[in-house]
């Protein structure tokens, strides 16, 4: 007379042998080949999110973004471009001189600026330069004309602004 055990065994055994091979074929798929319709930006993976606040230079990647960053607190190694008032200063990337000038407004604090001096500057991405708030939330009156090309553009509020050791000195 047999006993149930072999049975159990033998179904357990080809429950096991199952579910590895599907185990297995889940693994094994192929997905660096093209997908019907799809566009390389589809295919190709994006980089997983930064874990905190952008830290580096201002380049054309970070330009690039820039929306993506609006109301964080981002700091920015760049040159100087040109000082517009003591409380007003555009940036230009260090390495990268494709990129655009990024208007940096509030605290330059005592720290006198030339152009091409290398900065560090900590402070908020803004998405879009409007002049009476901005002289509303710094409590200044900024000259019209000088920041009319600024109106609408991506800016920064900066909360410290340091001057860094140039590279080339």
């Known amino acids: 007379m047999r006993t149930p055990l072999p049975r159990t065994v033998r179904t357990a055994a080809v429950a096991v042998a199952a579910v590895s091979t599907l185990g297995l074929s889940a693994c094994g798929g192929d997905t660096a080949g093209t997908e019907a319709g799809a566009d390389v930006e589809d295919v190709v993976?994006?980089?997983?999110?930064?874990?905190?606040?952008?830290?580096?230079?201002?380049d054309s990647a970070f330009y690039d973004e820039v929306d993506s960053y609006a109301g964080e607190e981002v700091t920015l190694s760049a040159d100087v471009d040109e000082v517009i008032t003591p409380e007003a200063f555009t940036i230009a990337g260090t390495d990268d001189t494709s990129v655009e000038a990024l208007l940096v407004v509030g605290a330059t604090g005592d720290t006198?600026?030339?152009?091409?001096?290398?900065?560090g500057v900590t402070g908020t991405v803004m998405e879009s330069f409007v002049l009476t708030d901005v002289e509303e939330d710094l409590g200044v009156d900024l000259d019209d004309a000088l920041f009319?090309?600024?109106?609408?553009?991506?800016?920064?509020?900066?909360?410290s602004v340091a001057v860094l050791e140039n590279a080339e000195g």
């Open 148 to 159: 009319a090309e600024w109106e609408q553009e991506p800016y920064v509020v900066a909360e």
């Open 112 to 119: 006198e600026l030339a152009p091409e001096t290398t900065v």
């Open 45 to 58: 993976e994006e980089e997983p999110p930064a874990d905190g606040p952008y830290d580096g230079v201002y």
